[in-house]
């Protein structure tokens, strides 16, 4: 891994969808900026993704295309063996089901050069199966909140890192099969501060039926996939040393909710995660903390059900408030260190020892 200056490694795992990466890889070779090579991971797909893929190599001299193939292992896993391949200086992570507008790599790598930061990242938005984008599409608009690591965002592929912040931060946790990007993002946060932000749209993430592993999921699958992320966050953090600076109000408030909705489905044991992580915090104040012992004493399903429900309701409205305010601040984060680009192999994030979510109900 030499760092390349000025190549883009653009790293694409896919599973079973030949059509989209064909699309994707086209909106990829059209891209104003050169040199690009994409990486694209087959994560064992069953139809004919490798040998359409296979097709295009090599291209030309300054847009190269590698194919990698391995078992399927989730997309953390084949991010990580994109990694492992990169030459470039800059790294971005695009999905197979997403698309780049022709200027969106050249824009965010001039963007990020003036900056001088870190990483950068920029508007997307979701769109139908066609790629048509939604009207009034908020979703992809990027938003760093100082402290605020769980009400911070950004798509995926609307971000584009120094070789020189995923070596800081780590690479995907391969532990996590859904919410490995929130806990990715919240290490690059930690380490390396806050992005530059550019105000404009590059690209689009469209929404179907073929195999989105986070899009669908219930209640119940999104609470426990939250408490995994937190906890191997948490873990990483006091691995790392990095606790007090990490310890912000909105983990314990996400571990709340989290928890009082897995307890109204009487999995005892995963809410006794969710509220153990909150007796660690010390952000958790005596509001959150009076709730927790009041639930404790009082193992009514119903009164899990309420507290889940009433914290979804304005964990929705805060989200539709720093969405407005992500319009009118987003371009003007503050300063995040940035460090040289170097040659230096991109460590993986050890994998967390928290205990397992089990999602098995224990009896009441």
């Known amino acids: 891994m030499t760092g390349e200056a000025g190549t883009v490694s653009i790293i694409v795992p896919t599973f079973n969808r030949?059509?989209?990466?064909?699309?994707l890889i086209n909106s990829i070779l059209v891209q104003t900026w050169r040199?690009?090579?994409i990486i694209v991971v087959d994560d064992g797909s069953t139809d004919d993704t490798a040998e359409i893929v296979g097709n295009w190599l090599p291209v030309e001299d300054r847009c190269r295309i590698v194919l990698l193939k391995q078992d399927n292992a989730g997309p953390a896993s084949a991010r990580n063996r994109g990694l492992h391949h990169a030459r470039g200086e800059f790294i971005q992570f695009v999905d197979s089901d997403d698309l780049l507008l022709p200027q969106a790599v050249e824009a965010l790598v001039r963007a990020l050069q003036a900056s001088g930061r870190a990483y950068c990242l920029a508007e997307m938005s979701n769109a139908d199966a066609a790629g048509n984008p939604y009207a009034n599409d908020r979703d992809g608009v990027p938003r760093q909140i100082p402290g605020r690591y769980m009400d911070s965002r950004w798509m995926t592929h609307g971000a584009l890192y120094r070789r020189s912040a995923i070596v800081a931060s780590g690479a995907f946790n391969e532990d996590l099969r859904?919410?490995?990007?929130s806990e990715f993002q919240w290490r690059m946060m930690a380490v390396n501060g806050r992005a530059h932000i550019l105000a404009e749209r590059l690209g689009t993430r469209r929404l179907h039926s073929q195999g989105h592993l986070s899009i669908g999921l219930s209640a119940d699958e999104k609470a426990r996939s939250v408490l995994r992320a937190i906890l191997a966050f948490q873990t990483w953090a006091h691995r790392e040393?990095?606790?007090q600076q990490i310890d912000d109000r909105s983990f314990p408030w996400s571990l709340l909710v989290s928890g009082a909705r897995l307890g109204s489905k009487a999995d005892w044991a995963s809410r006794d995660l969710a509220f153990e992580a909150i007796d660690r915090m010390g952000s958790a104040g005596p509001d959150v903390r009076a709730i927790v012992a009041t639930l404790r004493r009082l193992p009514i399903r119903s009164a899990y059900w309420a507290v889940w429900l009433t914290g979804s309701v304005a964990g929705r409205l805060r989200s539709i408030l720093w969405?407005?305010?992500a319009i009118r601040t987003g371009a003007t984060a503050g300063n995040s260190r940035s460090g040289a680009t170097?040659?230096?192999r991109i460590p993986s994030v050890q994998r967390a020892t928290t205990p397992e979510v089990t999602g098995v109900a224990r009896p009441s």
């Open 18 to 23: 030949s059509t989209m990466v064909v699309e």
């Open 323 to 325: 969405d407005q305010m």
């Open 342 to 344: 170097g040659s230096r």
């Open 241 to 243: 040393g990095r606790s």
């Open 178 to 181: 859904v919410g490995e990007d």
């Open 35 to 37: 040199p690009i090579e």
